[in-house]
């Protein structure tokens, strides 16, 4: 059974930075693709960043420049480095692994880590 579980988040002063962690668990050795999405109330989910197992990455236009991701192979461990948050930062972060193509792909959703960033 595979397992996205979050870890990193919590209070920051705004230009401050924080790095998230999924660690993952279960039989998928690679995922395709793992990604971070974020979501605060009343707002849709949105994608911050996303990378293959290829080396591929994107990002939101409203993070570049401040957030890497990164993916630890070995360790099957996805990382979210963000640099100079602001308020606006402030939301769920939540891990998100895909595998599979068409009608056998598989997602898999973390419970989310929050991150909250002071003015």
């Known amino acids: 059974q595979v397992r996205l579980v979050e870890s990193g988040g919590g209070l920051v002063q705004a230009g401050g930075s924080l790095r998230l962690s999924c660690e993952t668990s279960?039989?998928?050795?690679?995922?395709?693709?793992m990604g971070w999405y974020r979501q605060t109330p009343g707002e849709q989910r949105e994608l911050v960043a996303s990378a293959t197992n290829r080396g591929r990455s994107k990002y939101a236009d409203s993070v570049k420049g401040r957030f890497s991701i990164s993916r630890d192979g070995a360790k099957n461990t996805l990382y979210l480095t963000m640099n100079n948050l602001n308020p606006a930062d402030t939301a769920v972060y939540y891990c998100?692994?895909?595998?599979?193509?068409?009608?056998?792909?598989?997602?898999?959703w973390g419970r989310g880590t929050q991150v909250t960033v002071s003015s």
């Open positions: 998100n692994a895909e595998y599979g193509i068409g009608f056998d792909k598989r997602t898999w």
């Open positions: 279960g039989s998928i050795v690679s995922f395709d693709v």
